[in-house]
């Protein structure tokens, strides 16, 4: 099963989306946007770069936890991934992001 997109409005007013796995995992978080037009352009901004192995910073958190951050071309981050407990879990991440990044379904739930 492909994944989606969750299009939310946060307890704030600003809206987000993750992208979820097939397994209804949540593989990628957005930022916080002012507009729900700005958080659809960051969707359209995942749906593009994501298919791009260069387009993936890999880090490590404090604790020594690695994740990734996916850039646009403009070297601004759009999604930052959870912790993983290993790298190659993380590496199994980006290749599921990369499977379901470029999907076109979005469960808007900006009016919930």
């Given amino acids: ?16 989306f993750v992208l979820k796995a ?3 995992e949540t593989i990628l978080t957005s930022e ?11 969707i359209a901004s995942v749906q593009k770069n994501s298919p791009l192995d260069e387009r993936y910073e ?10 990734f951050n996916l850039k646009a071309g403009n070297h601004q981050v759009i999604g930052t ?3 993983y407990e290993s790298a190659a ?11 379901n990044g470029p999907t076109e379904t979005i469960k808007d739930k900006t009016d919930e």
């Fill in 1 to 16: 099963m492909a994944g989606w997109y969750v299009l939310s409005t946060r307890k704030d007013g600003q809206f987000q």
């Fill in 22 to 24: 097939g397994n209804a």
């Fill in 58 to 67: 890999r880090l490590e958190s404090k604790n020594g936890k690695p994740y």
């Fill in 81 to 83: 991934s959870e912790l």
């Fill in 32 to 42: 916080a946007y002012t507009t729900e037009a700005a958080a659809r352009n960051g």
């Fill in 89 to 99: 879990a993380c590496e199994k991440g980006i290749a599921s992001v990369k499977t």
